[in-house]
């Protein structure tokens, strides 16, 4: 059984910075064998419809962005530590939301954006952006 935990959310003002992090426990794999995905839900969105705003491979590194967040989000992996961030910059309040980090077996070369192809999912973490 995988699992991960997000911290870092929290109240900033529009134009403020954060940093999430997401530490997984893994079993049969290890870390590096996993893509990781960002996820976030609006209120009135169902968790099962989400698409992947970021995610990055499990082996060489590459990252997707989709276009609201590319220039102002980072994401990055220590496979060392266990551990996926998400540099948030520039924040407005449209990012306001529950961000989740999940779990994909494998995307060595691409990772996926469809929010079924990931395996484990974190318990999320609420970011509200004030205006």
């Known amino acids: 059984e995988v699992q991960l935990v997000e911290s870092g959310g929290g109240l900033v003002q529009a134009g403020g910075s954060l940093r999430l992090s997401c530490v997984a426990s893994?079993?049969?794999?290890?870390?590096?064998?996993?893509?990781i995905g960002w996820f976030r839900q609006a209120p009135g969105q169902e968790r099962e419809s989400l698409e992947a705003?970021?995610?990055?491979?499990?082996?060489?590194?590459?990252?997707y962005y989709e276009d609201s967040v590319k220039g102002r989000f980072t994401v990055s992996r220590d496979n060392a530590k266990n551990t996926a961030y998400l540099q948030l910059k520039n924040l407005k309040p449209e990012d306001t939301a529950i961000y989740y980090c999940?779990?994909?077996?494998?995307?060595?070369?691409?990772?996926?954006?469809?929010?079924?192809?990931?395996?484990?999912w974190g318990q999320g973490t609420q970011v509200t952006v004030s205006s």
């Open positions: 705003f970021s995610c990055i491979t499990s082996s060489d590194g590459s990252t």
């Open positions: 999940a779990v994909h077996l494998g995307g060595s070369k691409f990772c996926p954006t469809a929010g079924p192809l990931y395996d484990h």
């Open positions: 893994t079993d049969r794999y290890n870390f590096e064998d996993y893509a």
